[in-house]
């Protein structure tokens, strides 16, 4: 009951109330206006009601991206091969076919020619042919003929498969000269023994050819991130000379490198290298008359030299931010049972301190050399025979240096080293000889400090590329480093005149360097060699070409007794097809 009347009281009093309100609604009260102005009414701006209504759901959304322009490095696991030396090629050189002849002929009786043939057999093999020719009559007043010649051919393929790529590639060379290092008058008077065994003739003396012909390959598989990278090659060489001395190397070579993960880095590698140096050397006869030997004296020289080397090098490597780093242990064994096993360090640590512009290195390395009668007559052809062959130990080599890229025109590398080399190796005057014109080996304990740069500049039509080198050598026992000058440079320079004429400039030099002749010392001047060549382009196909040798035709020396011919020149053309 009592809740009944509490809720009849609260429905009156409602009640009342709305009808009061609906009471004052109905008044109308009259208000006196006063107009100041002119009066305008207006309506305000209605919101517009749009005549389909929008779907929540259906509405489109943009998703919010969180993005980031620093660039960061993506790991390859690809392996590149060593890189040879190549022409620098101008993007102003015309485009030419894949075939070239090239023909010549220069002062002094010199013909040149040369063949480039390149072609696809198909979609992954390739061939190619290289011929070369270069030959002059040449002489310089007062010493020995000092003509020579010098032909090549090569043939190479190469075979691209979806999981490997091959080469094979055979060649021939055949390189005639004369050991030209005396002045016949002086030796008009012969004695009547020698005379007796020997011509008179001094070109057919001193006349030599070195032949050598072989095969080489070289297969690697295409790398992948997990199976990592293989590369194998090697080469079989036969060279000999005209007396019938003659060697067989063999080289063998083989890399396999694998990623690994190691305490959560990325970007990092083990690998195995082996290098393999095998060389069978038989001496047969001397390539220069020699003086007799007085009779007590017998010579026990073994005619035939097993001797190369056997290199494994077992590597770690790391790539973390601008940091590259590698370690690793090479361990060196000579064939020939005087040498025993050795081990080397192979370190080096490479900092990128500017990104994309600087970049600081320091290694610290070593390794066994192995000289053979083919690698010594590439340094000095007018090496004698019977010479002893031993190995030389780079025991420990410190290099420092930098390499800078400057807006994109100039490549610049400074470096300098310091480095122990047990016997390394050195030519002196051969004195058993007749006429002391061939060169003979003595071997030395040295430290070395080299202190060299590279510096490669390219603006607009013109380029420059200069090398520069410093060495000091501190014997053991010898007086002097023979052969081996304190600086050395050379320069050369590009410029495209025009679209189809390109000018060139080559510049050589070396300061002075001691020989030494039996118990005597000479002092070999200082030389700088100038040359200048110009090519001009017919067309696509056809090209001109004229060079300038030695231009302040300086008869300098670089071997004892062995002057250079003085100014030289060639015209020539070349045909594309």
């Known amino acids: 009951m009592y809740n009944r009347s509490i809720l009849k009281l609260v429905f009156i009093a409602c009640f009342i109330l709305s009808l009061g309100k609906m009471v004052s609604a109905q008044i109308i009260t009259e208000e006196q206006v006063t107009v100041v102005a002119p009066y305008s009414p207006t309506l305000t701006k209605a919101h517009k009601i749009y005549s389909f209504p929008l779907n929540e759901e259906n509405a489109s959304t943009k998703f919010k991206l969180d993005y980031y322009t620093n660039p960061k490095l993506i790991s390859t696991t690809f392996e590149l091969e060593e890189l040879k030396a190549a022409r620098y090629a101008s993007p102003k050189d015309p485009k030419y ?13 010199t013909p040149y020619a040369e063949l480039f043939l390149n072609g696809k057999l198909n979609k992954n093999l390739t061939l190619g042919i290289h011929a070369k020719h270069l030959s002059s009559k040449a002489s310089v007043d007062d010493f020995a003929y000092s003509g020579f010649s010098k032909n090549g051919v090569d043939v190479w393929t190469k075979k691209t498969g979806s999981k490997y790529a091959l080469w094979i590639a055979g060649f ?24 007796a065994l020997h011509s008179s003739d001094y070109d057919l003396i001193t006349a030599q050819v070195f032949s050598d012909a072989g095969l080489g390959f070289s297969i690697n598989n295409i790398s ?15 060279f000999w000379d005209r007396f019938n001395n003659n060697e067989n190397l063999i080289n063998f070579n083989g890399l396999y490198q694998r990623p690994i993960e190691f305490i959560e880095l990325e970007n990092q590698t083990v690998g195995l290298e082996l290098a393999t140096e095998l060389a069978v050397t038989t001496w047969n006869e001397e390539t220069q008359p020699q003086k007799p030997l007085p009779d007590d004296v017998i010579l026990n020289f073994p005619k035939q030299f097993f001797h190369g080397k056997f290199d494994l090098n077992v590597f770690y490597k790391i790539e973390y931010d601008r940091f590259d780093f590698r370690a690793g242990g090479i361990v060196s064994v000579g064939f020939h049972s005087a040498i025993p096993i050795k ?21 610290f390395d070593g390794g066994l050399m192995s000289p053979t009668y083919y690698s010594l007559s590439r340094d000095n052809p007018f090496l004698a025979t019977f010479i002893p062959l031993k190995y030389t130990s780079r025991t420990s080599r410190f290099k420092s240096g930098l390499k800078a890229t400057i807006l994109g025109k100039a490549d610049i590398h ?54 520069m080198i410093y060495q000091k050598y501190t014997m053991t026992e010898e007086e002097q480093a023979w052969y081996k000058p304190k600086w050395s440079g050379q320069l050369e320079a590009n410029y495209w005149l025009w679209d189809n004429l390109k000018l060139s400039l080559a510049l ?33 196909e056809l090209s001109a070409f004229v060079s300038l040798n030695n231009l302040l035709s300086q008869n300098y020396q670089m071997w004892y007794n062995y002057p250079v011919k003085g100014l030289g020149a060639m015209l020539g053309v070349s045909y594309a097809f």
């Not at 076919?97 to 009786?109: C, E, P, R, S």
């Not at 021939?172 to 005379?195: L, M, T």
């Not at 990592?228 to 079989?236: K, R, T």
């Open 97 to 109: 076919k894949q075939n070239i002849v090239k023909a010549g002929m220069g002062l002094y009786t």
């Open 172 to 195: 021939y060379q055949r390189d005639a000269f004369h050991y030209y290092g005396f002045k016949p008058n002086e030796f008009n008077v012969i004695d009547s023994v020698f005379k």
């Open 224 to 238: 992948n991130k997990t199976k990592g990278f293989l590369n194998l090659d090697g080469s079989y060489r036969y």
């Open 343 to 363: 081990v080397y360090p192979d370190f080096l640590l490479n900092v990128n301190v500017v990104k994309n512009i600087l970049d600081v290195y320091i290694q």
């Open 414 to 467: 400074l470096w300098g080293s310091y480095e122990n080399l047990l016997d390394a190796v050195f030519f002196t005057t051969d004195t058993n000889s007749v006429y002391a014109n061939q060169f003979n080996l003595m071997y030395d304990d040295v430290d070395l400090l080299q202190i060299g740069g590279d510096v490669s500049i390219a603006i607009g039509d013109a380029s420059i590329d200069l090398q």
């Open 508 to 540: 050589k030099s070396q300061s002075k360097v001691w020989a030494k002749v039996g118990d005597e010392l000479h002092e070999i001047d200082s030389w700088l060699d100038l040359g200048a060549s110009a090519n001009y382009h017919l067309n696509k």
